[in-house]
């Protein structure tokens, strides 16, 4: 590939490292598109997913998506899972944009964006379900990185350790996000150089330990957010004159349609290729939350039976189901 080049990437599962070797240019990056719906490849569609796992059991390899010193670069509609290191690792690159990317289980970090040159990340759209000892997104160097103009919008942060993490890299923006149950820190600033700072606003925050937290005073400036339930809401941090600490509220449908037998993917349905489907158990219940009888040779573990033929959209015909994000405002 070479600056200005678009890559469409068909649906399947790709067992392999992502390795940049090429950047882009201002104006013209380079840009990886899974291609979700198919019509730029397979004409069919479905989940394009890269996977540090060789057997969907363990994890093999370090990352799913890596480069150092690559600039310019884009990548859209992946999903990424099981590594060992950073999920997408850019070591001093600068000018990427991560978007619409399902950021599955990683037992180090999903998004590591790290170096002393690293400038200008735009994360957004993104989602993050991480494990319990577990960093989503991390910022950071061995020393002072200053106005890197990061970007983090429109992501969910739904478990993990810490949702974002500022080590030493300051000028960055977090807003209009969902920071929900991490078991440590919501959005964490350590070790910024003097004056430096992270902005955060427009965003949800809670079920914490802590929900912004500020190794040193003035490392966050936060407003217009609202900080409920949490451990600790803010440590070091100004409270932002127009937050609040309201109850998000959450739109509770997907639950009830699955109980009362609704046919609507929920986001805690097994993958297809999850090495849970019809692994043997013992003493079963017979149905699932759903109701659903078993399909297949054994009821799966976990709350909800695996059925290839829930719907994922509206528009189905037939009294199809429509797909409502549990972390979405209720009405």
């Not at 009888?293 to 719907?311: F, H, K």
Request: some cysteine.
């Amino acid at each position: 590939v070479q600056a200005g080049d678009t890559v469409m990437v068909g649906p399947g599962t790709y067992r392999e490292t992502l390795t940049c070797d090429v950047s882009g240019n201002s104006g013209s990056p380079i840009t990886y598109i899974g291609d979700y719906s198919g019509a730029n490849t397979d004409g069919v569609g479905g989940v394009v997913r890269i996977t540090g796992s060789d057997n969907d059991q363990a994890a093999a390899r370090a990352n799913g998506i890596t480069a150092s010193a690559k600039h310019y670069r884009t990548f859209r509609g992946f999903a990424l899972d099981t590594t060992t290191g950073a999920t997408l690792n850019g070591t001093n690159s600068t000018d990427w944009i991560v978007d619409q990317i399902y950021f599955g289980t990683a037992q180090g970090v999903s998004v590591d964006c790290n170096g002393a040159s690293q400038a200008r990340w735009t994360v957004r759209n993104c989602y993050f379900p991480c494990t319990r000892l577990a960093t989503s997104l991390y910022f950071n160097h061995s020393s002072g990185v200053n106005d890197t103009g990061h970007v983090v919008e429109n992501c969910l942060f739904p478990s993990g350790y810490i949702a974002v993490y500022f080590l030493r890299v300051g000028g960055g923006v977090v807003r209009n996000s969902l920071v929900y149950a991490q078991g440590q820190y919501g959005i964490l600033t350590n070790a910024l150089t003097a004056g430096q700072f992270i902005t955060v606003n427009n965003c949800v925050i809670t079920g914490c330990g802590s929900g912004l937290y500020a190794v040193s005073a003035g490392e966050i400036i936060e407003d217009y957010n609202t900080l409920y339930a949490n451990e600790t809401a803010r440590t070091n941090v100004s409270i932002g004159v127009n937050s609040v600490a309201y109850p998000p509220l959450f739109d509770t449908r997907w639950f009830f349609e699955a109980v009362n037998g609704g046919s609507m993917v929920t986001p805690f349905d097994l993958a297809s290729y999850s090495q849970l489907v019809n692994v043997a158990g013992t003493s079963p219940t017979t149905t699932d939350l759903r109701g659903t009888s078993v399909i297949g040779a054994q009821r799966e573990w976990g709350a909800l039976e695996y059925d290839p033929a829930l719907l994922i959209e509206a528009g189905s015909g037939g009294g199809g189901a429509v797909s409502i994000s549990p972390f979405r405002g209720n009405f």
